[in-house]
């Protein structure tokens, strides 16, 4: 019996499906993880283009958006100490580089949030809380890298601030495939729903359309 029948037959990988406002949150699709030259790069290339597909989709919709990004700044580095000893190599995200910027193919638009991280979530120590709630949320639709570390980070938190969560399976990347299938497969069974690309888009299609 493999992983997922074993959640299966446990009573895990039910679904909960989508509400009528989604929110779209791009997890540090910034060149220091995009870019094949960092030494911090994911295989991002189908979860840009799978973002980029979401972004007209949300844009077309008036859904939120918000992205998020990461620096260490001398202060920064301080307070992620215990972080940074796990992952030395988070310190090519220092200010003033191109590897903390957005990666131009996905940038955001005019009024769209970049949220400053020092941690996993996207959630941890920014005001991503405070904008899904302001903005009547109860979808969160997560995109972004890496699927194993902050992706799954910030799912669990939305789930636990109470959204029901949304990952596009070719919108999300890793470095290690094994990483991302297991990560993939326990967010699936326990915390979001693992959906294609397709599937995704379709949410802010129906979130656009009048109420029946």
Not at 119 to 146: E, K, N, P, W
Request: charge should be negative; proline fraction near 5%.
């Amino acid at each position: 019996m493999d992983s997922i029948d074993v959640y299966r037959d446990r009573g895990f990988g039910g679904r909960s499906g989508a509400g009528r406002h989604p929110a779209l949150v791009v997890i540090d699709l910034c060149n220091g993880f995009t870019d094949p030259e960092s030494p911090l790069h994911c295989d991002c290339e189908e979860a840009v283009a799978a973002t980029a597909r979401l972004l007209e989709a949300a844009r077309a919709a008036g859904a939120p958006v918000a992205f998020t990004s990461i620096e260490y700044d001398p202060a920064g580095e301080r307070i992620a100490a215990a972080f940074i000893a796990k992952a030395p190599g988070l310190l090519t995200l220092a200010p003033g580089t191109r590897w903390i910027e957005i990666d131009e193919r996905i940038a955001p638009a005019e009024g769209e949030p970049v949220l400053w991280k020092l941690f996993a979530s996207g959630f941890y120590g920014t005001s991503l809380g405070a904008l899904l709630a302001s903005q009547g949320c109860d979808t969160v639709i997560i995109t972004g890298a890496s699927t194993s570390g902050c992706v799954r980070a910030t799912v669990v938190d939305a789930l636990q601030h109470g959204y029901r969560v949304i990952v596009p399976r070719e919108g999300v990347a890793d470095r290690a495939r094994s990483a991302h299938e297991a990560s993939l497969a326990d967010i699936d069974a326990k915390y979001g729903d693992v959906v294609g690309i397709d599937e995704a888009v379709a949410i802010f299609t129906a979130a656009a359309a009048p109420a029946a």
